[in-house]
Every structure is written in structure tokens, then in C-alpha cells.
């Protein structure tokens, strides 16, 4: 079993260790599908090279020697869920390789490298942990010069067996490079770099990562990060790194101040903040949602965070450490999702550790884990905030002197006090009286003398502190409303639908939301849906958000969407080649070559093959080879990358023939030993091959080749001729026979020539033929002699015309039959007249099974044969691999006929003298003929050799295009191009020209022109085949003169009061977005963003001073202003509220808000004495009060139905000052409530 150990840095300490290996998490939540490979793949085993002796082609190597020039090349395989430690394994070398085009899905480890250097990694899918948290996507370990680029990695399990872990993790390597790489959805987290130095991070995809982190930089150095894209994800800084400004998180800046001083930010959009030995820091108006950690700051001093929304983040929303005098007020840190690893209740929404002089003031903690933990902090002040739907409240470990007061501790009913506890001396829990405590929703003391403090204490879980002074109703919020919103998907599409969820916070609630989608549609609710009809690089989205106070207030906050247009329709065609370069027809056990061209839609896209027979392939160019004839269709199918998903697909039929039998040559030649001046004819026969057939003769003297299949020929001179008959078919196969024709002299004369002999037992009738020179003589006896039986008989035969000049040779054989006795022959002689010629007196047996061969000769010996010599051709000359070559043999001199023994060079033979042969992999090979000829005694050979090189299949031609957006662009707005490419080899290269003499670098770039017209942009793109591939696509785009920039704003309360915040609204049209807006309040103070909040110290006019600057080159500025009469606040007097009840028993059964704020509820307690009486009550309503008209309003709770709880005798007066009066009986029901207005 392999334990995986990892732990998470927070800033103040290593949290908690998680053994990987025992986790159990639902296999149903963690779906990982591969559907793009990165080209034709084969199953292959397990991969494990443990040294330089290990890179052979057992272990997947496919070409390379080793070096910086000429890298291992493991490229090519499919490793998918087999046993071992890691389903590729490179360890303990210091050679140059390369893996690519590889897909590892392991059930452990998917790639491992260990103890290498000069490795790199590209374009190839890997992935780890089929079982729970078992595995990692890649692991690199004490390894040098390594690159990781342009791989998938996605430890997130598997369909079949769930599972996942991290995604890549570099541990004490140096020299790393991780560029270009898509990395979501890992288990665990998707980028670990530990105790490594001199590592780039640059270009990379990273996110959904169900632990929430998407890098962790554990103990590094000299790492730098550059142009990476963190989405529901960031960064976790544990080492020292350099983390340029284009670091981006869910589309927003990722901010990274160190060592600094005087740092403000304030409005501005944020992804993450880091901020680390920083003093005097100011941040307000700002909203983190979906990092890891939303905002961290370590070893910070003199900082004021307010009016900060810091919710939804993985890992934790604030983690502030070894800091000083940090005070955090007006805040929202609400929402901690459940995190896989970690579960309900262990992450902390705000972590605040070993720091000193902490205020946490009026901000808002819900449906967090654990919502507030401080951890050996000392001198805090917990005050003004409201705890809600949290599983853990406040945490307090290792803390001094902390002061809890004012807070609103809302527990629910199955609350279990995790957290929510206090053993360690020092503390306080209340404020004094008549201040008070905190509130606590689940207190049951009671409150006799209305003062607003429960009688008696609240004791603190612990059993060490108590609350002296709880509070009996919520502590009234201090929280100036607070407004955000999110959008999903973070760039729509037109015709797709968007959903805006918006958040609020402080003010009064309930509220109500409006939107306005910036193309003249609005909406109202919280969560809304909109579906744009054209797209933007700058579609404006209000949210105003108004509360329930009086006056009410209002807040506006705006965000500019980039709506992208909807994609052209995605179109799909594809390309047939056959083995023979036929389009539409292949022979069975010959590969054709299917490639795929995708138009339209959304880059990149997946390729699916259906081939007709039953069999399925991926990608972009796919090589198939049938094994049964028939007509198939086959079917390419392109899914692109848009939301949604577009479809297309493409048909072809395809015809597959039977191989035809291999074409076959020979012929005969009559006489079959000739003379010189006699007519010689030869016949042919072709076999096998693709009917119907051409032929043609040559015969060796010299004279022109003759066509047909049969030719009569003469030769003028004696000699050896090599005779050949050539052969072809309609199917392009090629063959040919060749034999040594022997010509003779005529007879020199006219003599006469007698053969004589004695034949033994020469008895039965045509029992023995004679033959002379391959001729027949005779057949004796003519008849059945029985009286030649067991005795000597002479024979004599005439054979002047079967003789030569040279050698002869005379042949005596058996029939067969009557095998009893041996039939010899003696006393054989050749005479010419009295010449003897030839004799020879032995006795020789003659039998059923051997025959009697003489020579002799007349006249001079013929010439010997010419040299053996032996050629061949192929065709064609440079085979691609899995293409057929034809070799051709041809031979002369030696005697005829010939053998053809052949090498190729790859460990494969053959036999002929035209043969076939297919090479499986590119190389140059040796390829040897052996030719042996018929001599006697002794055969002759011949062997000659030829290199032969075999060439990779050539890449699909390369092709590309341009898409932009959005698609009427303006001068000085931002237009970003997309450039798509196909064929060739992938990956690419693209290098834009937008012709105003400015250029750019990769496969998405933004260009925004200065002045309107017409532009060529160009995009050269160039593959990584050897040689490259370039090519060039160009697109016209027009630009617009923008329109004149339009500025105005409003502002609520229309009559502000001194003291109380005054909200401004902004609106801005026209020019080029984004803007930069900037507010004078007319007091010596200002203000940023589209929605700005102010509060006037004074009553007095002001004028308000409203500036905006848009995104063009030249900039255009434009600036409006508004007198604004601010009026003196209601006098500090103090108001008191009485009235009559009537049945008023029920404890709480009525509510009473004044001006949206809850007052209180009455009774406190259940009062029966009060049933069917009228009863008196007053209270101080001082606090809720506001200058100009008041609303009060009495309801009912909605139980106890049967009697109106009415109201009479109702005053609001100011010390002996009646300010208003009303003695009429109002009835009060569970389905009526009571309002009164009043002014003051």
C-alpha cells in the first residue's frame, strides 16, 4: 500500500496531515472522462526505465539516441489502469528524452520521474488514484532540467473505480519548467512545488481543485509565476517566489505586495491578496470570492480592512498572521463550501494567529466551518459582528485578554457548540453594564424590567466564563450595506444562459434587487437569468440593491462582462488516403489514412471515428486497417469546446477489396536445345495478380524486346542467351522469369551417326526409352520379346538427328514395371562410319528406380555460362511506414533457373524474384538479394545490398483561421483573437501582425487599434513537423469610431442628513470601456467606483464632483457635477414610546420595528394575567429613530388567532414633549398588523 501524506500551509503552521490512502469519499461525486487524445494511440504495459541501459523498444521507446540533438522518444502509447507504482516510470538517468502523444491513467501514480535530468514531458494526458487518494498525475522527485508542457492532467478518478489525487507535484527538483499545461478537477491539489529552486510556472490552466488549492508553493525558491490562469482555485504562498501582475484568479488580478509601506487598494476587482511584511495598509470596497484563501497577509502592521467581502473561498477567506494593530470592520466573510477533504467544521472562514492588537468589528460570519478562530493571539477585540449558520462560531486557542461583546451569536436548534467554547483565562465576555453582552438566540432568562439585559447570566460553553449582561434582542447592526454579485459562466456566449447571484450585506433586510444587463433588458430577485442576443467585449451590468430602512438605503455596483458571439456553426469533414493512394477503395490488410478538418464552433475539439467494421478510434488524423472486404461508411464525429456543445458530423462510404493472389511468370521455349539459325518459340503463363495482363520478351542478344505472351525468336550465333518474359496486372504488381537458353552450332556435317549397345533382360514390349539431349529415341522392344528374357540382345539406332555439336548426353530409363530382374546395358558405342566416337563396355544396371546416364562429345565444347550477376529495384523508393514496397529481382549469366533469398533489413525475409514487404517504423534499412543459380556440380551466388529509407506517414496539410470578438469592435477598445489550427503536427506556433505595425505571440492575443479603419490581421502559424510546416490565414476587421462619452449620476437619500451616509450612483455610456471613475465630494474627500458611499461630517451645500476616464487612446474625459444640501441630524433628545395592549398573553406574540429595525417582541414571557385586559407598556426608541417621518409597525406572530390582541392610548414623546398622539382602539390580528407614521 502506498500513504500519501500532504499537508496544507496556512501561514501561521502545517494545519493538518491528511493520509490519502484512508480516505473515503463517495467514487459517484468523482467522474473523470477522458474524451481528446493527443493522437493515434496503442495499448502498451506498464513503462518503467530505471537507467540509461532501460530506454530499449521493450520499454516504448520509438526513436532517439540519447542525446541534447537526438532525445529518447517515448511517444505513441496508451497506459490505462495497470498494476505497478506509476503506469510510466523514468528513474535514475541522466539521458535526453522526450514522452509525448502518451495517455497514463494509473491506478497509483500516473507519470513518475526520478532522479533525471534533460526530461521533458508534452502533449499527453496523465492522471492518478483510481483509488481513493492514492496516486498523483505526475510526480517529479530529485530531478534536474525537467519541463512539463502542454498536458492534461486531472487526478479526479475514474468511472469505473472513482478515486483521484493530486495533479502534479515537483519535490527537491531544480531547473523546472511548467508551461502551457490544463490542470483542473484534481482530488487533490492540482500544483505542488516542494523544497525545489529555479522552477517557471507560466501559461497554465489551473482549478477545480476539490481540496481548493490550486498551487502550493511548500518551501521553494526562485520560483517565478507568470500568465497562469486560477479558476475556483489559487495560490498557497509557502516559499519565496516572484508572481508577475498577470497572474489571473477567476478572471480577476492576483495581487502580491511584499516589504512595502503605505499600501492602499481600494475598489479595485480582486482575484486573490497576498500581502506579506507590509505596514500601514489600507484596503476597502473590495470582493474575493472562489480562491483558495481569498485574502492572506502575514507580518503586516497599521492596517484598516472595511467594507471588505472576502466569501466563498475553498480554503479560507482571511488568514492574517504574526501581524499588528489590524482592524477589520464592516466586512463580510460568509460561506465556506464543503470541502472534500477536510468535511463541515475544520476550515476556518477567518484565521487570525500570533498576532497582537486585533479588532474584528461589525462584520458578518455565515454558513462558514469554522467561522472565527483565533490561535495564540493576544489584546483582541471581537465586537459588532453577527454569527449565523456556522458550525463553528468563535474558536479561542492559545489566546490572552480577548473582549467579546455586541456580537449576535445566532444558534440553531441543532447547534453543537463546536468551537463555541472558552477554557482559558483571561477573557472577557461582556462590556459592563448598562453596555452589555452579546446576544444569544438560544437564551432562556427573562427580562422584567425591560432594560434590554437579560436578568440573568449566559454561561459560556467550558464551564469557566459566563455573560453577565446578555442582550435581549440582536445587537442593532453597524454595517453599512454592502453589495456584490457573480456570474456564471464567466464569459457567456450569445443565446446562452446567464445566472447573476447577487449578495447583500449590513443595512436593513429584507432587500430588494434590480438589475440592468446592459443591452436594455433588466430583472429583479437575487438570482436572476439572462440570455444576451449579441455580444460585447463591455456589456455594462448594474445591480442596485436597496434595503428596508427609513430612509431606505441604496447601494449600485456594476461589473463589465465580456458576451462573446456565438460561434459559427461547427461544420466537420475529413480526408481519405489509402496505403496505394486510392481515395475510396483499400485492400484488405492495407492501411488507410482518415484526416479530420473541424470548422466553426469553439477550439479545441474532440474527434471521434466510427470505421464501419465494428471499431472506433480518436483524433485528428487516425490510421485503420480492415481485415474483411465489403462497402462501409464511416462516420467522423467533432464535438467542440462551446457551451453548449456543438455537433457536427461527416460521412464517406469506403470500398474494401480482397487482396488479390501475387502475379507469377514462367514460360517454355521448343526445341528445348536449339540451334543456331532454327526458329525457337516461347510460351508464357501469368497467374495470380489483377486480370487482365501485359508481356513483353527479352532474349538477351541484343535484339528489341517483343510484346505477348508468346514469341517465336532465332538466334544467329551459338551461345548462352538469358531469356526473359516480363509480367504486369491492372493491380500495379509487377513479375518475371528468366532461364539460360544454350544455342548450338548446326551439324558440322553430314555424317551419319550409330548408336550400338547390349541390353540385359530386355524382355517386355516399350520397357526402356532412350532419350538424347532431352529428345526422345526410342521405346524398346518395340513388342513383348520373351525370348530377350535373362539374356544379352544388341540394339543399333540411327541418331544423327538428335545429336550436337558438343557435349551430348544420353539417357536410358525404366517404365516402371516388370522390376524383378535389373535390365543392364554393356558395350555401349557412338560411331561415326569406322570412327568411334564414344564407347564404353561396363556393365550398368538399369532399374524401376535408376536410370543410365552417358556424355560425349562432338566436336568443339560450347562456351562456358557468364558471371552470375544479380540487381534489384523498389518501387516506391521511399516507402512511408505501413506502405507496401514492391522488390524487384533481376539476374543473369550463371546457368538458369535462378533462386531469390531476401533480407529487409528488419529481421523479415522472403523468397522470389518479386516480392512485397511493409516497414512498421521509419529507419533506414539494409536490404540484401541472394541469387543462386542452377550450375552443376557447384551452384553459384551472388549477393548484393541497397539502403532503403522508410519515412514517417506525412502530416495532413497544416490549416488555420481567425475568430474576434466582439465582432463591431471600436478604436481603444480591447479585441481578442483566437486563432485555430489543423493538420501538420501539433503543437503551434502563432505569430499575429494587426498591420498598424504592431505584432503579438500565441494562439489567443488582444489588440485594441488607435484610430477607426479597416485592418488585415494575419496569423502565421508553423507546426513541429521536421522540416515545420507554416501557413497563413488573414481576416478584415472594421473599426469603429466610438461614441461620444455620456456621464451622469444620482443620489439617496434625495435630503441627507449629517451623520448618516449618502449613497452615489453612476452612469456612463459611450466611449471605450473599461473606466476609471473618480468622485469629489466637496468636502476634501474622495472616492472610487460606480457606486460610491459618503457621509458629510456637517450640514452645509457641497458640490459633488463626478469624473470619467475611458480606455481610449486618446483618453476621453468627461465631468459632471450637483449642488448638494446637507441638513443638521436629529437633536440628541431622548424619545420614549407608550401605549395600551389588550390580550396581550403570549410570549413574543407581537413584533414591533420601527422604521425596518427590529424593536423588540412582547411580551417577553407568556403573561396570562394579561388575557382579556388592557395592559401598558413603554419603551426607549431613541436608537431607531430618524429625522423626517418614522413608520412603526405592531404584528402579529400568527398563532393565539382567536381574540385581537388591540392598541390604544399609543404617544411618542420627548421628556414632557407630546411629539405624537393616538387614544383609537386599532385592532391587531393575526392577519391585520397596525401601522402608525409620525415626524420628527
Avoid at 506509476?86 to 497509483?108: D, E
Avoid at 453543537?416 to 483571561?426: A, I, K, M, R, Y
Avoid at 486497417?625 to 462551446?642: C, E, K, Q
Wanted: hydrophobic share 30%.
Amino acid at each position: 500500500m502506498i500513504i500519501l501524506i500532504f499537508t496544507r500551509i496556512t501561514g501561521r503552521k502545517r494545519l493538518f496531515t491528511i493520509l490519502l490512502a484512508f480516505l473515503m469519499i463517495g467514487s459517484s461525486l468523482l467522474i473523470f472522462s477522458p474524451e481528446v487524445r493527443a493522437g493515434s494511440q496503442v495499448p502498451h504495459s506498464v513503462i518503467a526505465i530505471n537507467s540509461d541501459s532501460g530506454f530499449t523498444a521493450a520499454n516504448g521507446v520509438t526513436g532517439g539516441t540519447g542525446t541534447a540533438s537526438d532525445p529518447y522518444v517515448i511517444s505513441g502509447w496508451s497506459i490505462e489502469y495497470q498494476f505497478g507504482s506509476a503506469q510510466l516510470s523514468v528513474s535514475n538517468t541522466r539521458a535526453c528524452f522526450v514522452v509525448r502523444n502518451v495517455t497514463a491513467y494509473g491506478r497509483s501514480n500516473g507519470i513518475t520521474l526520478s532522479n533525471v535530468t534533460n526530461g521533458r514531458l508534452e502533449n499527453l494526458e496523465s492522471a492518478g488514484g483510481a483509488a481513493y487518494g492514492s496516486g498523483i498525475g505526475i510526480l517529479v522527485t530529485g530531478s534536474n532540467n525537467v519541463s512539463i508542457t502542454s498536458v492534461q492532467v486531472s487526478s479526479s478518478g475514474t468511472p469505473r473505480e472513482g478515486g483521484g489525487g493530486p495533479g502534479i507535484i515537483i519535490q527537491d527538483s531544480t531547473n523546472v519548467v511548467v508551461a502551457n499545461n490544463y490542470i483542473p478537477g484534481n482530488l487533490g491539489t492540482d500544483l505542488s512545488i516542494y523544497g525545489s529552486t529555479n522552477i517557471t510556472v507560466t501559461g497554465n490552466y489551473i482549478g477545480g481543485s476539490q481540496m481548493g488549492d490550486g498551487m502550493d508553493l511548500g518551501g521553494s525558491t526562485n520560483v517565478t509565476l507568470s500568465g497562469n490562469s486560477f479558476h475556483n482555485s489559487g495560490l498557497v504562498l509557502g516559499g519565496t517566489a516572484t508572481i508577475k501582475s498577470d497572474n489571473t484568479v477567476n478572471g480577476r488580478p492576483l495581487y502580491y505586495y511584499h516589504d512595502c509601506s503605505h499600501l492602499t487598494l481600494a475598489g479595485v476587482p480582486v482575484g486573490q491578496l497576498i500581502v506579506k511584511n507590509c505596514s500601514n495598509v489600507q484596503l476597502s470596497d473590495l470582493s474575493v470570492a472562489g480562491s483558495s484563501i481569498g485574502i492572506a497577509m502575514y507580518g503586516v502592521h497599521n492596517v484598516l480592512m472595511e467594507n471588505v467581502s472576502s466569501t466563498s473561498n475553498f480554503v479560507m477567506n482571511l488568514d492574517l498572521g504574526g501581524s499588528t494593530n489590524v482592524t477589520i470592520e464592516h466586512s463580510d466573510f460568509s460561506v465556506m463550501p464543503q470541502n472534500f477533504f477536510d468535511g463541515p467544521g475544520s476550515l476556518d472562514a477567518v484565521s487570525i494567529y500570533s498576532s497582537n492588537t486585533t479588532v474584528v468589528d461589525g462584520s458578518r460570519f455565515d454558513s462558514a466551518q469554522q467561522a472565527l478562530h483565533l490561535g495564540s493571539d493576544n489584546n483582541a477585540t471581537v465586537s459588532g459582528n453577527t454569527f449565523s449558520n456556522d458550525n463553528g462560531m468563535l474558536c479561542l486557542s492559545s489566546s490572552t485578554s480577548v473582549r467579546i461583546f455586541h456580537n449576535n451569536f445566532l444558534i440553531s436548534p441543532d447547534y453543537t457548540w463546536f468551537c463555541l467554547s472558552d477554557t482559558q483565562p483571561g477573557h472577557s465576555w461582556d462590556n459592563g453594564f448598562p453596555s452589555g453582552g452579546n446576544y444569544w438566540s438560544n437564551y432562556t432568562g427573562s427580562d422584567p424590567d425591560n432594560d434590554g439585559i437579560g436578568d440573568t447570566p449566559q454561561p459560556v460553553p467550558g464551564g469557566v466564563y459566563q455573560d453577565r449582561y446578555p442582550l435581549m434582542n440582536p445587537y442593532p447592526a453597524s454595517i453599512s450595506l454592502t453589495i456584490e454579485f457573480n456570474w456564471t459562466p464567466l464569459y457567456p456566449m450569445t443565446g446562452q444562459t446567464a445566472t447573476f447571484i447577487a449578495s447583500a450585506v449590513g443595512g436593513v433586510a429584507p432587500y430588494s434587487y434590480s438589475w440592468n444587463f446592459g443591452d436594455g433588458s433588466t430583472g429583479s430577485g437575487r438570482s436572476v437569468t439572462h440570455v444576451y442576443s449579441q455580444g460585447s467585449f463591455s456589456m455594462k451590468v448594474l445591480l442596485t440593491v436597496t434595503d428596508s430602512a427609513s430612509p431606505h438605503a441604496s447601494q449600485t455596483t456594476l461589473h463589465y462582462l465580456i458576451v462573446h458571439s456565438a460561434p459559427a456553426t461547427l461544420a466537420a469533414s475529413f480526408t481519405s488516403t489509402s496505403q496505394t493512394g486510392q481515395s475510396s477503395t483499400v485492400v484488405v490488410g492495407q492501411w488507410m489514412r482518415f484526416d479530420a478538418t473541424a470548422s466553426g464552433g469553439t477550439s479545441p475539439y474532440s474527434y471521434s471515428w466510427n470505421f464501419g467494421d465494428g471499431t472506433t478510434s480518436t483524433g485528428l488524423e487516425v490510421f485503420h486497417t480492415y481485415t474483411s472486404p465489403g462497402t462501409l461508411t464511416v462516420a467522423l464525429t467533432i464535438n467542440d469546446s462551446g457551451s453548449p456543445q456543438q455537433t457536427a458530423s461527416a460521412q464517406k462510404v469506403i470500398t474494401v477489396t480482397n487482396s488479390p493472389a501475387v502475379l507469377t511468370a514462367s514460360f517454355v521455349h521448343s526445341p528445348s536445345s536449339p540451334q543456331t539459325g532454327q526458329a525457337i518459340t516461347f510460351t508464357g503463363t501469368i497467374g495470380g495478380g489483377t486480370p487482365p495482363y501485359s508481356s513483353y520478351w527479352t532474349f538477351g542478344d541484343g535484339s528489341p524486346a517483343v510484346l505477348g505472351s508468346s514469341a517465336t525468336h532465332t538466334f544467329p550465333a551459338p551461345g548462352s542467351y538469358l531469356v526473359t518474359f516480363y509480367a504486369s496486372d491492372t493491380g500495379s504488381q509487377t513479375a518475371s522469369s528468366q532461364q539460360t537458353v544454350t544455342v548450338t552450332s548446326s551439324q558440322p556435317s553430314s555424317s551419319t551417326y550409330i548408336l550400338a549397345w547390349q541390353g540385359y533382360d530386355w524382355d517386355g514390349g516399350h520397357e526402356e526409352t532412350v532419350h538424347l539431349n532431352g529428345q526422345t529415341v526410342a521405346s524398346l522392344p518395340s513388342t513383348g520379346i520373351s525370348a530377350n528374357g535373362g539374356t544379352w540382345v544388341s540394339f543399333l539406332l540411327n541418331v544423327t538427328s538428335f545429336v550436337v555439336k558438343g557435349t551430348n548426353t544420353l539417357t536410358f530409363t525404366h517404365a516402371g514395371w516388370d522390376c524383378g530382374v535389373s535390365d543392364n546395358v554393356r558395350n555401349l558405342q557412338v560411331t561415326s562410319g569406322t570412327s568411334v566416337v564414344y564407347a564404353n563396355s561396363t556393365s550398368y544396371p538399369l532399374s524401376c528406380t535408376q536410370s543410365l546416364t552417358y556424355t560425349f562429345n562432338i566436336g568443339a565444347a560450347p562456351p562456358p555460362p557468364p558471371p552470375l550477376s544479380a540487381s534489384f529495384t523498389n518501387s516506391p523508393t521511399t516507402p512511408m511506414v505501413g506502405q507496401s514496397d514492391r522488390f524487384t529481382a533481376t539476374a543473369s549469366g550463371g546457368v538458369s533457373p535462378y533462386a531469390y533469398a531476401w533480407s529487409f533489413g528488419d529481421g523479415s525475409t522472403g523468397s522470389g524474384a518479386s516480392v512485397t514487404h511493409t516497414y512498421s517504423a521509419a529507419g533506414s534499412y539494409t536490404v540484401a538479394l541472394t541469387v543462386t543459380d542452377s550450375a552443376t556440380p557447384t551452384a553459384d551466388k551472388q549477393t548484393v545490398t541497397k539502403s532503403v529509407a522508410v519515412a514517417a506517414p506525412s502530416p495532413p496539410p497544416l490549416g488555420a483561421s481567425i475568430t474576434y470578438s466582439p465582432a463591431n469592435p471600436v478604436a481603444g477598445q480591447i479585441i481578442t483573437f483566437s486563432a485555430s489550427a489543423t493538420g501538420g503536427v501539433s503543437p503551434y506556433s502563432y505569430n499575429w501582425s494587426f498591420s498598424d505595425g504592431t505584432t503579438g505571440v500565441g494562439q489567443f492575443t488582444s489588440h485594441s487599434y488607435s484610430a477607426q479603419g479597416t485592418y488585415t490581421v494575419t496569423v502565421t502559424v508553423s507546426d513541429s513537423a521536421s522540416p515545420a510546416q507554416t501557413v497563413t490565414a488573414t481576416k478584415s476587421v472594421v473599426v469603429s469610431a466610438p461614441p461620444p462619452l455620456t456621464i451622469g449620476f444620482s443620489y439617496s437619500p434625495s435630503n441627507p442628513v449629517a451623520g448618516s451616509p449618502v449613497t452615489f450612483t453612476s452612469s456612463e455610456t459611450g466611449g471605450v470601456p473599461p473606466y476609471s471613475l473618480s468622485w469629489n465630494f466637496g468636502d476634501g474627500t474622495t472616492g472610487v467606483s460606480g457606486s460610491a458611499g459618503h457621509t458629510y461630517s456637517s450640514p452645509g451645500t457641497y458640490s459633488v464632483v463626478f469624473t470619467v476616464k475611458d480606455s481610449a487612446s486618446p483618453q476621453n474625459i468627461q465631468t459632471t457635477s450637483q449642488m448638494i444640501t446637507v441638513s443638521a441630524p436629529v437633536p440628541s433628545s431622548t424619545y420614549n414610546l407608550s401605549w395600551q395592549g389588550y390580550d396581550w398573553d403570549g410570549g413574543g406574540e407581537v413584533t414591533i420595528t420601527l422604521n425596518g429595525h427590529l424593536v423588540t417582541k412582547l411580551p417577553s414571557v407568556n403573561s396570562p394575567q394579561n388575557a382579556g385586559l388592557w395592559a401598558s407598556f413603554s419603551l426607549n426608541i431613541t436608537a431607531y429613530l430618524v429625522k423626517g417621518t418614522n413608520t412603526l409597525t405592531f404584528t402579529h406572530a400568527g398563532w393565539d388567532c382567536s381574540v385581537s390582541d388591540n392598541v390604544r392610548n399609543l404617544q411618542v414623546t420627548s421628556g414632557t414633549t407630546v411629539i405624537y398622539s393616538n387614544p383609537t382602539v386599532s385592532p391587531l390580528s393575526c392577519t391585520q398588523s397596525l401601522t402608525y407614521t409620525f415626524t420628527i
